[in-house]
């Protein structure tokens, strides 16, 4: 997966805790996607950031869900009092630029109980 | 909304067999990305298309574009059970967001 690291692997929590899911995107790529994967079922867009700037977060929930990518350190997506429906698999993308080739980590696997 | 449709949604095979797997929307996209997605890891990036009409072959898997940019196919020859996997394909539109499909998932059985 060309770099992307994503942790951690697998997060277990319970309805009402708050899920932090790290993304460090391959080394001089400043470019960063973060998708929600259903079981069966293809990647929906959430979220589309530059170093310290939201680009596009038209596919992430307006409640609950937040997202950064700091000058320094990786991206975090933060869900915010989790509920079952957050569970899923949560991919993140980086690329050098916009429109390039976007190269995928193995995703975090969030299971709220 | 742009979307991208797949089709067959799920396709069980013979190895040795072949196969196409098909991607469509109504919508033209500048460049047409196709993905492979094991159990458990992320997608990773088989070819990128960029011009109408184009072909590109990459060892038994042929992946084209269509004339006018708003459908792709992937066809694969002598399938091995190795090519087991959900099959991706991703639009990248004018506004430089990339739009999945929801996949085809293939087994190859041996």
């Known amino acids: 997966n060309a770099g992307v690291m994503q942790n951690p692997r697998h997060l277990v929590r319970r309805r009402g805790q708050e899920a932090r899911l790290r993304c460090s995107p391959v080394?001089?790529?400043?470019?960063v996607y973060w998708y929600r994967q259903l079981p069966e079922e293809g990647l929906k867009f959430m979220v589309y950031?530059?170093?310290?700037?939201?680009?596009?977060e038209s596919g992430m929930p307006k409640e609950r869900f937040s997202a950064e990518f700091p000058k320094e350190g990786p991206s975090i997506l933060r869900i915010q009092q989790v509920v079952r429906g957050d569970s899923a698999a949560y991919f993140c993308?980086?690329?050098?630029?916009?429109?390039?080739?976007?190269?995928f980590g193995a995703g975090t696997r969030l299971s709220v109980l | 909304t742009q979307l991208l449709e797949q089709s067959p949604q799920f396709l069980s095979i013979q190895e040795g067999e072949n196969l196409t797997v098909y991607c469509n929307s109504s919508?033209?996209?500048?460049?047409l990305q196709w993905y492979r997605q094991e159990p458990g890891e992320g997608p990773v990036l088989l070819v990128t298309?960029?011009?109408?009409?184009e072909v590109k072959k990459l060892k038994r898997l042929t992946f084209q574009f269509g004339d006018a940019r708003k459908d792709s196919s992937l066809h694969i020859t002598a399938a091995q059970p190795g090519d087991t996997g959900l099959y991706l394909c991703?639009?990248?539109?004018?506004?430089?967001?990339?739009?999945f499909g929801p996949g085809t998932r293939l087994s190859v059985l041996p």
């Open positions: 993308a980086s690329s050098p630029s916009l429109g390039d080739i976007q190269y």
């Open positions: 080394k001089g790529h400043s470019h």
């Open positions: 950031l530059q170093k310290e700037n939201i680009i596009d």
């Open positions: 919508s033209v996209f500048s460049s």
């Open positions: 298309v960029v011009t109408g009409g």
């Open positions: 991703a639009g990248l539109n004018y506004g430089q967001n990339f739009v």
